[in-house]
């Protein structure tokens, strides 16, 4: 069942994005398998979407439903999925967490970086060159019991307002190319394509391929990152 699954997501990922990215979709999982994580190709396109226009069907109030920031030492803290020092490390560095709760149970959460943002999978620094007029945007969750409702529609709504509110005006991501479904979302609310980048990992050694400059970069230590200055499309 598992390698029907593969094949069948190996398939899906050749005829949306093409056959190299379904090769690297391949080459990634074997990797992965034979080096017990220690080898990896990590691909992302990179998109700025706009802010203050969040589309869609009109949403009806949920009384059981609060969306609201999270701050260090709120009561919602302890519910985030991830770790408690990751979270520490992202609020320290000037992010923001917004979550929705359902009935009491966290559903979805959503972070918000105002000028740069150090990925965490891999070594990667993206920079905002134009401050307050965009953010970063990452780490979406949202739980499985809640993945085919309005929780997300009604997290993003309150995001995009609240960003909208303060003048921003794009809010840049990065996504798996091999994330079919997700990447269909954001275009549909008007996303922009504005970079490729794929992060070849081998132990500590990383070799950074990217459309935007620099175009190659290459490290062995784990403080040695490529950083990368995203402008807001014209």
């Known amino acids: 069942m598992k390698v029907h699954r593969k094949l069948e997501s190996f398939w899906q990922i050749a005829q949306s994005q093409g056959a190299l990215m379904a090769l690297l979709y391949a080459a990634d999982r074997l990797a992965r398998?034979?080096?017990?994580?220690?080898?990896?190709?990590?691909?992302?396109v990179l998109l700025a979407q706009p802010v203050g226009g969040a589309v869609g069907r009109p949403l009806r109030d949920d009384a059981k439903t609060v969306v609201r920031a999270v701050a260090a030492g709120d009561e919602w803290a302890g519910q985030l999925p991830r770790p408690?020092?990751?979270?520490?490390?992202?609020?320290?560095?000037?992010?923001?967490?917004?979550?929705?709760?359902?009935?009491?149970?966290l559903a979805a959460t959503l972070w918000i970086q105002a000028q740069r943002h150090d990925e965490e999978e891999v070594r990667c620094r993206y920079v905002i060159a134009q401050r307050g007029l965009a953010v970063w945007d990452f780490d979406l969750f949202l739980a499985p019991r809640f993945r085919f409702g309005r929780t997300f529609a009604r997290l993003w709504t309150a995001v995009d307002a609240h960003l909208a509110a303060q003048g921003v005006r794009w809010t840049f991501s990065q996504i798996s190319p091999f994330n079919e479904a997700s990447l269909?979302?954001?275009?549909?609310?008007?996303?922009?394509?504005?970079g490729r980048i794929c992060f070849f990992v081998v132990g500590a050694f990383q070799l950074t391929v990217s459309s935007l400059s620099p175009r190659l970069h290459m490290g062995w230590r784990r403080d040695d990152r490529p950083e990368y200055q995203l402008r807001a499309p014209r």
């Open 84 to 105: 408690p020092e990751v979270n520490r490390a992202r609020w320290q560095a000037g992010a923001q967490c917004f979550a929705a709760a359902v009935g009491g149970e």
């Open 184 to 194: 269909r979302s954001h275009r549909q609310l008007g996303a922009l394509d504005v």
């Open 33 to 44: 398998r034979v080096s017990a994580e220690r080898v990896c190709i990590v691909p992302y």
